[in-house]
């Protein structure tokens, strides 16, 4: 697409660069390029983002403390369930670190190279959240199969005190992300999120492998708790992995219907075809669209730029868009995407 709109400039047609609060046009130009908002990614994408950092730190630091106590504690009761809810708990203080440098990145300025700053590394860390999830429960359920054949003995009553102290821990961080951070909208704080949330599982799963083997002496319940608790692990993973790729691969945001917006834009006064249509998200919160807009000839180009930047912003929240007016005698090559 960018080679394209490269040889329409050489040939002589005009782009009008259109912001938000616009309120003058230049009349007559066959081409429009309209930015919705220079700004709008600090509004959407990160308006949250010092109350998301907050919210991280905390749940950080309470993560990485409760990791240090069961992995101690899973070495002395020798209970699995423990060891693997500390090794979880490794992964998601990587993880809540990461998302931490990865907000950091993120509000970098853009450059020459990198037009669009370091907003997709969010989406990055979103993506390694994922895959440790998988690793960790792959890890988890290896170790289980081992122990099915002879449950060892484990110490349930110090497994379970342990087991409580970590739930407590990770409702406390999973409330200061609710809170505080976004974790609806974003995809790095929700992967960072469902971290925690696997955590406060584990440690469920750990207390009542705990009752069972403190009233029954039903020791293969710490090695069957492992392994729900692994699934479920898996289960958050997949969700967050299905949305990493296909934000990369430059899908359309699920909250937008590419058919809807089409159908939009026809409505528009003077508008007669729809192409080159994309819709994609560059980082959570921030969605981007471009397209060709071919108009009748006696059309003023200007209003119906004007026209179609306001209903995409009202209709589908999109601000960041770049339209290219065209009329029936301008020839471009054939699209490739």
């Known amino acids: ?30 081409h429009g390029h309209s930015h919705g908002h220079s700004h709008s990614h600090g509004h959407h994408g990160h308006s949250h983002a010092p109350n998301n950092k907050a919210g991280l730190l905390i749940a950080l630091i309470i993560t990485a403390s409760i990791m240090v106590l069961e992995f101690v504690g899973g070495l002395v009761t020798n209970s699995l369930a423990l060891l693997s809810d500390s090794g979880h708990m490794l992964s998601d203080t990587a993880a809540l670190a990461l998302s931490l440098v990865a907000m950091w990145f993120a509000v970098r300025p853009k450059s020459s190279s990198r037009t669009f700053g370091f907003h997709r590394f969010e989406i990055l860390a979103a993506l390694l959240n994922g895959v440790t999830l998988f690793v960790i429960a792959a890890f988890i359920v290896a170790e289980a199969i081992k122990r099915f054949a002879e449950p060892p003995t484990v110490a349930s009553g110090s497994m379970m005190i342990i087991a409580g ?52 002496s039903w020791y293969i319940a710490d090695p069957i708790i492992s392994v729900i608790v692994a699934l479920l692990i898996l289960k958050s993973a997949w969700g967050i992995i299905q949305s990493t790729v296909h934000i990369l691969m430059e899908g359309t945001p699920a909250h937008v219907d590419a058919e809807q917006v089409k159908q939009t834009l026809l409505r528009i006064s003077g508008v007669k075809d729809v192409h080159d249509l994309h819709i994609w998200t560059i980082t959570s919160g921030l969605d981007s669209l471009s397209c060709h807009l071919t108009v009748e000839e006696s059309v003023d180009c200007q209003n119906v730029l004007q026209e179609a930047i306001q209903q995409i912003a009202e209709d589908f929240h999109i601000e960041h868009t770049t339209i290219q007016i065209e009329k029936s005698e301008l020839k471009h090559p054939v699209l490739k995407v």
């Open 1 to 30: 697409m960018s080679s394209n709109r490269e040889r329409e400039d050489n040939q002589g047609h005009n782009h009008e660069h259109n912001h938000e609060h616009t309120k003058g046009h230049k009349k007559g130009h066959d």
């Open 165 to 216: 102290i970590g739930l407590l821990a990770n409702l406390a961080s999973a409330w200061f992300l609710m809170r505080k951070a976004d974790i609806k909208d974003n995809l790095n704080v929700r992967s960072a999120y469902l971290h925690v949330l696997g955590d406060a599982i584990g440690s469920v799963g750990a207390i009542v492998a705990g009752i069972l083997m403190s009233l029954f």
